[in-house]
């Protein structure tokens, strides 16, 4: 596609209910962000996924946190036992590289909101 | 990772020139200074990136001085519509590694 692609746009789901957020990035972008950004906050890092090396997941709040990805395609995130603390907007970034230099210009996603009540 | 400080939040008038300025005092050699701007409801979007010196694109500057441990990205004439988060991240130009968000600077436009 054109730019990165999220999907559900909009999640509410009830606490204690697993979710999973899709992301398809652009074709041929090699590196795959997730983040998470609560209300009026700053983007907190999750994983990362670089190629078929394997992914960065300091980020990670919880073990209740998992995400995966195919290849250098689509990529999803699943959040188990949800807290309404996991409420948020995830966000989806993908990049040619590994997100440094001139080549490595993150494109970012809509963004996930996830609403747990 | 060199960690970023930037301030919380800045107001300015349509027209005026706004210059938001980072400080990366441990920034290393092959560190590169990238700067994004988010809209509400949107997810950040690349604005200008360098290394030393001067950068400019048709949106923005990057000043960076020789000890290279600040960056102030420059505005021209600002409109209502610049109204967003700016974002000042350093990251190594090098194999995999995560890329890392501060805060991030809060900037309001008015009339």
């Known amino acids: 596609g054109a730019g990165v692609s999220q999907s559900p746009s909009n999640k509410v789901t009830e606490k204690g209910k697993d979710v999973e957020l899709r992301c398809d990035p652009i074709?041929?972008?090699?590196?795959l962000y997730w983040y998470r950004q609560r209300l009026g906050q700053g983007l907190e890092f999750l994983i990362y996924f670089q190629g078929n090396s394997a992914p960065d997941k300091s980020g990670l709040p919880s073990d209740r946190f998992s995400a995966e990805r195919t290849g250098e395609s689509v990529s999803t995130l699943t959040i188990q036992r949800t807290q309404q603390e996991d409420s948020a907007v995830y966000l989806c970034?993908?990049?040619?590289?590994?997100?440094?230099?001139?080549?490595?210009?993150?494109?970012f996603g809509e963004g996930s909101r996830l609403t747990v009540l | 990772l060199a960690k970023t400080t930037q301030p919380i939040s800045m107001d300015s008038y349509e027209g005026q020139e706004v210059n938001i300025t980072c400080s990366h005092n441990?920034?290393?050699?092959?560190?590169?200074i990238t700067w994004y701007q988010q809209f509400p409801s949107q997810g950040p979007r690349f604005i200008i990136q360098?290394?030393?010196t001067k950068v400019t694109n048709e949106v923005a500057s990057l000043f960076i001085p020789a000890d290279r441990k600040s960056s102030t990205l420059s505005l021209p004439r600002v409109s209502l519509s610049d109204t967003a988060v700016y974002y000042c991240?350093?990251?190594?130009?090098?194999?995999?590694?995560?890329?890392?968000f501060g805060s991030g600077t809060r900037l309001s436009i008015r009339p």
């Open positions: 360098g290394y030393k």
């Open positions: 991240l350093v990251a190594a130009y090098s194999s995999a590694s995560k890329i890392i």
């Open positions: 441990n920034i290393a050699t092959n560190d590169y």
């Open positions: 074709s041929g972008h090699t590196a």
């Open positions: 970034a993908s990049s040619l590289a590994g997100g440094q230099g001139a080549a490595g210009e993150l494109f």
